[in-house]
């Protein structure tokens, strides 16, 4: 019984758009705050969104007017909507909370011509 588990990642273009989903124990998603981060091969983990329990939300710079993080309460479900993505972009992509729990296997988003 996973306590998170992310999905939707897939192949887009530059410029293109994607929405990711983080479904989330019912325990862990009443108590916590979510957090999106992402990590590109040969690179670190680095924090991309976060949204809290009252759905004030906050953006890395390098995210910052292209994503949009929300929550859907009735689905236990964090999403993080991509538009404009950029090479950049490219990593695996991870929700959790702080501390961080195990991390799972995240989701794949590729931007390529």
């Known amino acids: 019984q996973e306590q998170l588990a992310e999905s939707g990642g897939g192949l887009v273009q530059p410029g293109g758009s994607l929405r990711l989903s983080c479904v989330a124990s019912?325990?862990?998603?009443?108590?916590?705050?979510i957090h999106w981060y992402r990590q590109a091969p040969g690179k670190r983990r680095e924090w991309v969104a976060r949204i809290t329990r009252g759905g004030n939300v906050l953006y890395d710079n390098s995210v910052k007017g292209r994503f949009t993080i929300s929550r859907d309460n009735d689905k236990n479900t964090v999403y993080l909507q991509m538009n404009s993505l950029k090479r950049e972009d490219t990593a695996i992509y991870y929700c959790n909370i702080i501390p961080p729990l195990a991390w799972g296997q995240g989701t794949q988003v590729t931007v390529s011509s």
């Open positions: 019912t325990n862990i998603f009443n108590n916590n705050d």
